[in-house]
């Protein structure tokens, strides 16, 4: 990871003075806040504080050229074993906060998706239970757009609240500019999602309850737990990733300490000290056995950092 444009302990140094306080590790092991738990580093790590703090390292960011990249609760997120040439920033305790004011939900962006899944389903309001079932946040749930068991991120958000990197700039963006699609919004690297605004139902605290206990026991039933990142593939129109994968013979494959699970074909489990690098490798074999067999593209739902 060696690269003589940037003087490391310099921007860490930089950044901890304006930051005033102790902020920066280097050298950070990134890949253990996923859940594939692989072993990548990055060249620097912070948690943020607040919007402020936000600001002022994006200041920083942009005048020096950095790379940079956000991670929420890592949930889906493959990090290469070469690490990633850069910052990675994580929100803080200030962004874990959420207000339910009749039936609107306004959200930071570091708020876990079954957390308020729970709380609005407990709070009487109804059309927020599949999150229990994503183990991500707020701002990554709105940025790729996070959904399943018949709804998604594009059903409840109004708004979202963003800070612009590349910028400095704040600004909301309406549910129609955000563009949401299968697993895909408008929200591009520079953009961070800081908060989200969401329309509920009303409804009744222990049907929504009920909704909630049944999808936590399918995905008991139907998913692996360990060391995984959920889906892989996105699912193409009108069919299954998990199918398609499962009909070329590939369920429990492997390559290097990287699975494919035998309980659902969809999820590539990683050994303790995996590489991602394995990870990868597996997920390009398998769209090349799926495209062979059916004809068909899978295309990568996790998000790749530090691959060609």
């Known amino acids: 990871m060696n690269n003589p444009k940037f003087d490391w302990e310099a921007i860490s140094n930089e950044i901890n003075s304006a930051l005033n306080r102790q902020a920066i590790t280097r050298e950070f092991s990134i890949g253990q806040l996923t859940t594939y738990r692989t072993e990548a580093n990055c060249r620097l790590f912070l948690t943020v504080k607040d919007q402020e703090e936000l600001r002022v390292v994006a200041a920083v960011v942009r005048e020096r050229g950095i790379r940079v990249a956000i991670i929420g609760n890592g949930s889906n997120l493959l990090i290469a074993d070469r690490g990633f040439n850069g910052i990675v920033m994580k929100l803080g305790t200030k962004f874990e906060s959420f207000e339910i004011q009749d039936n609107i939900v306004t959200a930071g962006a570091a708020v876990k998706l079954p957390v308020l899944a729970r709380q609005t389903a407990a709070a009487g309001f109804s059309g927020f239970e599949w999150a229990v079932g994503v183990p991500g946040t707020i ?12 709804s998604d991120m594009k059903a409840s ?10 910028t400095g700039d704040q600004y909301s963006l309406t549910s129609t500019e955000l563009a949401f699609g299968y697993r895909v919004s408008s929200v591009n690297p520079t953009q961070v999602v800081i908060e989200a605004k969401l329309a509920l139902e009303e409804g009744r605290k222990s049907d929504s309850e009920e909704i909630i206990r049944e999808i936590v ?6 998913q692996p737990g360990g060391q995984n ?4 593939f996105t699912n193409p129109e009108n069919d299954s990733a998990g199918r398609l994968i499962e009909e070329t013979g590939s369920k429990g494959y492997r390559i290097g300490t ?4 035998e309980k659902h074909a ?3 489990q990683v050994d303790p000290g995996g590489k991602a690098n394995d990870v990868y490798a597996l997920m390009q074999e398998l769209r090349r056995r799926v495209l062979v067999e059916s004809g068909v593209l899978l295309e990568v739902e996790t998000e790749l950092i530090g691959f060609e």
């Open 229 to 232: 990142a959920g889906s892989v």
């Open 139 to 150: 701002g990554g749930g709105v940025k790729m757009n996070a959904g399943g068991h018949g």
């Open 157 to 166: 958000v109004q708004e979202a609240e963003i800070v612009d990197l590349s």
């Open 258 to 261: 990287a699975q494919v699970s």
């Open 217 to 222: 026991k399918w995905r008991l039933d139907n």
């Open 266 to 268: 969809n999820f590539i």
